[in-house]
Each structure stands twice: as structure tokens, then as C-alpha cells.
């Protein structure tokens, strides 16, 4: 039907009825190089017959040999809804171009990242990357991470929270915050509260992360996006030292 290549599902975790964990493994295609930060368009077929497509920042490192993706349900949306009735052994389609510019800054070794739910993904792949690449000698020197990371309630944070808690108590190069803005609705959160941009300052301030030595991404919600650069634009970081993605 389709001539793009296709990919397995070999494992999946929900971490609430409209989040989760999605892992594919290629299965008549090399696994495709890609720059951490950047994007994979998966499809599927629509009630039409044609494929529908969409893009998702891709949460594995290069080094791994499958693909993971961070999603989001949207109820009323064309794919995602396919998505959600995956069962492992499934195929959807991937692109085998990979594409973004959304990219670690290599000149500057300290970096600033600011997500709200899914926008960990590029996070994620860029630390897991850098772990990786620490072990086989291809990077001397750590680039540090401060990483804010917001959700409503904790249980959308998922299996990743407990992933970057474990990275940071044992590497120092990385300071992981994770904040819940409902703390009313998350009675056993004993974590930071507010959104990220209520806390970003505070600790950009706290482990000394300044616009003379970092950059701040920040990737998610356009109303977090847009907060987290007047925040930051106040904290004196120029135009040229806020990356942005955003997913809506």
C-alpha cells in the first residue's frame, strides 16, 4: 500500500488514559541516523485507505536500536486515536528521513530545558544520548542540563520521571525538576509545584545557569513557550539563546 518502510511495536506503557510510551523497532529498514532533538513522522491508515501522517520528537538516542515516542491522545484527532488501539506486534509507517533543527548547542555547555508533558522528548533522547557517548569516549567533557519538567499531575510525567531522578542522583551534570501545577488533584506529589514557568527563574538562579554561559530550550505548550521567553528575556537571555519547539 504504502512504499515507506514500516516498524514494529514492541512495547508499550500508559501512564494515564490519554498518555503513554510507544516503542517501534524497524522491521525492513536500517533503524535511521538522526541528531537527538529531532523528529520521526509515523502513519497509519486512515478509514479513506490513505496513510495518515504525523510528526513526533523521538525520545531514544540514536545508539538504540528502536524508536520511542512520548504521545499524547488527542480525542478528535486523526492519528492518535489509531494509535491508542495499537496492540505490540502492530505496524504502523515510518519516514525514513528524520528532520529538525531543535538541536543541543554545541558551543555552550550549559543549557536550560524547559517541557511541559511531551515536550521531554527531545530532553530525554539529548541526556540519554550524551550517557552514551560519555561511556564510549566520544565526549570528554559533560555539557550540563538543568531540566524543568511540568505536568498537571505526576502520573503524566510517567516513566521518565523516575528515569531522569535515577540520571541525576547519579550524575551531577544533571538537575532534573519535576513540577506539578494540581497539586490538589496529586495529594501524595511532595515535588515542586507550579508551572514551569512559575519555577524556571528560581532554579536557573539557584544552580547559577545565566545568560553569559547558557542557552534555554524550551519545547510543549505555546502558552508555556511564550512565558518561559519573557521569563528568560528578563533574566537577560537574548532572542539568540531561547530555542523553541512547538508541538500544536
Excluded at 122 to 128: A, L
Excluded at 129 to 158: C, M, N, V, W
Excluded at 170 to 191: A, C, H, M, N, Q
Aim: charged fraction near 30%; include cysteine; glycine fraction near 6%.
Amino acid at each position: 500500500m504504502s512504499q515507506f518502510p514500516q516498524a514494529e511495536l514492541i512495547e508499550r506503557i500508559d501512564f494515564s488514559e490519554d498518555l503513554g510510551m510507544f516503542k517501534f523497532r524497524p522491521i525492513d529498514m536500517q533503524k535511521p541516523n538522526f541528531i537527538p532533538g529531532q523528529y520521526a513522522t509515523i502513519g497509519l491508515e486512515g478509514d479513506d485507505g490513505k496513510i495518515i501522517w504525523r510528526p513526533y520528537s523521538i525520545v531514544s538516542s540514536p545508539y538504540e536500536d528502536f524508536i520511542e515516542f512520548y504521545i499524547e491522545l488527542v480525542p478528535n484527532g486523526k492519528l492518535t486515536p489509531r494509535i491508542w488501539k495499537l496492540k505490540v506486534g502492530d505496524k504502523v509507517w515510518i519516514r525514513p528521513r528524520i528532520v529538525g533543527k531543535f538541536n543541543l548547542v554545541q558551543e555552550v555547555k550549559k543549557h536550560i530545558f524547559a517541557a511541559t508533558v511531551t515536550g521531554a522528548a527531545p530532553f530525554i533522547s539529548m541526556i540519554r544520548t550524551q550517557i552514551y557517548d560519555l561511556e564510549a569516549g566520544r565526549l570528554k567533557e559533560p555539557h550540563r542540563f538543568l531540566f524543568i519538567h511540568g505536568a498537571s499531575r505526576s502520573k503524566e510525567l510517567g516513566i521518565y520521571r523516575n528515569e531522569l531522578t535515577e540520571i541525576s542522583k547519579k550524575f551531577d551534570w544533571l538537575i532534573y525538576i519535576p513540577t506539578v501545577s494540581r497539586p490538589w488533584e496529586d495529594p501524595e506529589w511532595t515535588g515542586e509545584t507550579g508551572r514551569v514557568e512559575d519555577v524556571i527563574r528560581k532554579y536557573s538562579d539557584m544552580y547559577l545557569f545565566s545568560y553569559k554561559d547558557s542557552v534555554v530550550y524550551a519545547c510543549g505548550n505555546p502558552d508555556m513557550i511564550q512565558n518561559v521567553k519573557g521569563v528568560m528575556k528578563r533574566a537577560k537571555f537574548p532572542e539568540d539563546k531561547i530555542e523553541e519547539e512547538k508541538y500544536y
